[in-house]
């Protein structure tokens, strides 16, 4: 509860009963998500069932986030089986899944074929293997292999040189989609995002119903990302693809861009991929993957994610307390001794006045926390991302919201019902306050709030409250 920082995890097999889910809520996951890649929607509807299950146990808000697998680029079934490729070797790869060449390989993707380019990198099983395109005619390239290996059935392929004109939402994503919407999911993630126009096309399917994250792990997407980040509602630096895509040594310098971009737009940020891949099998990470989860602390991540750590991992419960551990650490490292961290650029808008006035009052006055009225989420949205020196309550009557706001720096999203004075308000925020056992008896809380009551958009109050003379 006293961190700042959220925590994204991945259910799968190793974490998928209710009880399990609720022993990872009270370990410190804010965020479940459904990774639609793997298992089939019966098995995703019975987790989501088992979070709010766990939600109602734990007694407070847990998010959910559905990521769509995005467009999957795989060579087909090898003839003969397994395939050694030499380096300095040719190697073709035709779009019949049954070349007439038998030692062709099978890449069922003619569209993909047709947009290569002569020099274009393929990298196939997660960068393991590398070609590189020599020749191209209708329906077949001719490579040259730069790194070898053995190549066998359904290998994953990149390919970061090359645009590919495809829709970031395959059909598959579209019928994850609306089975994901009809659950009442909270997030949804697009893959492979590479310019506004992706996030655009899904906002015309869902609307304002969930809130958008455009997953950044294709270097063509950083020549757009500003435009990206406009459009869509969060980021995830999704670094497992976009380490593939990209040298290894680009990712770091990419994901403080990232951050930074998301920063100063206001713009929820994910980290994720390989934050603790060695607690997969081992109950301790090492020491370099803790340093990872603290620079994106350091860099203002809002959220930290695990992936197979708690989805398919032998100690899913040790690894969210170690994440929450080591978040924590470094928020009060950050405290005592602050770095540099991307700032926001507050817009004109009331409630982004709110928030830069907030964060002015707690510099010259310590509060006890600050309580933020909000039906959309957005004024909550615009208080944390000034990052004030307080504890930060949400409170909403909507449960859609609270569950949103799951993903935000330092919102503890609360229900409450909506407030018709006032009076009524400071109540309830008293209230909350009081039920998270906060000091109230030296320090005020702020209020932020939006009069008339229950108008989205009208946040223009900030008001200081001393619970003890309430």
């Not at 310019?195 to 997407?221: C, F, M, S, Y």
Request: with cysteine.
């Amino acid at each position: 509860m006293h961190r700042r920082t959220k925590i994204v995890a991945t259910l799968g097999p190793a974490s998928s009963t209710a009880q399990a889910i609720a022993q990872l809520a009270q370990a410190g996951v804010n965020v479940f998500r459904l990774n639609l890649s793997h298992g089939s929607h019966a098995e995703h509807q019975a987790r989501f069932q088992a979070i709010r299950q766990a939600e109602a146990q734990v007694g407070w808000p847990l998010g959910v986030l559905l990521d769509l697998q995005g467009p999957k680029i795989r060579v087909g079934r090898i003839p003969g089986g397994p395939r050694q490729l030499a380096v300095g070797s040719t190697v073709v790869f035709e779009a019949d899944p049954l070349p007439t060449d038998p030692v062709a390989i099978p890449f069922p993707h003619a569209d993909i074929l047709a947009e290569l380019e002569v020099g274009h990198l393929l990298m196939v099983d997660d960068g393991k293997l590398q070609l590189q395109v020599q020749s191209l005619a209708p329906g077949r390239a001719t490579l040259v292999v730069q790194v070898g290996g053995v190549l066998s059935d359904r290998k994953g392929v990149n390919l970061p040189s090359t645009r590919l004109s495809m829709s970031a939402l395959t059909p598959k994503d579209r019928e994850d989609l609306a089975f994901g919407l009809a659950l009442g999911v909270d997030w949804v993630a697009l893959s492979f995002v590479q310019h506004a126009q992706d996030i655009e096309q899904l906002r015309e399917l869902v609307g304002t119903r969930v809130g958008i994250i455009a997953k950044l792990e294709k270097p063509g997407a950083m020549q757009h990302l500003e435009a990206i980040a406009q459009a869509a509602d969060a980021l995830m630096v999704a670094r497992g693809d976009l380490g593939v895509e990209v040298p290894p040594e680009d990712v770091p310098g990419l994901q403080r861009r990232i951050i930074a971009v998301a920063r100063r737009l206001g713009r929820p940020v994910v980290v994720a991929t390989q934050m603790l891949e060695s607690m997969i099998g081992a109950p301790t990470p090492t020491r370099a993957e803790a340093s990872d989860v603290a620079t994106a602390v350091y860099l203002g991540a809002d959220a930290v994610m695990l992936s197979a750590e708690t989805a398919a991992g032998s100690y899913p419960v040790q690894a969210v307390e170690m994440m929450a551990r080591i978040v924590a650490r470094a928020e009060r490292d950050q405290q005592e001794q602050p770095t540099a961290m991307p700032a926001s650029t507050p817009l004109t808008t009331r409630a982004d006045a709110m928030g830069v006035a907030l964060r002015a009052v707690c510099a010259v006055q310590p509060l006890a926390a600050a309580v933020t009225y909000t039906t959309s989420g957005a004024s909550a949205l615009c208080v944390a991302r000034e990052r004030p020196a307080t504890t930060l309550i949400g409170l909403t009557p909507h449960a859609s919201t609270a569950r949103k706001l799951c993903l935000v720096w330092g919102v503890r999203p609360v229900l409450a019902p909506q407030a018709d004075s006032v009076e009524g308000m400071v109540d309830n925020a008293v209230a909350a306050a009081a039920s998270m056992n906060l000091p109230l008896t030296d320090a005020p809380l702020a209020v932020v709030a939006g009069l008339p009551f229950a108008t989205p958009g009208s946040t223009n109050l900030l008001r200081l409250v001393w619970p003890q003379a309430h």
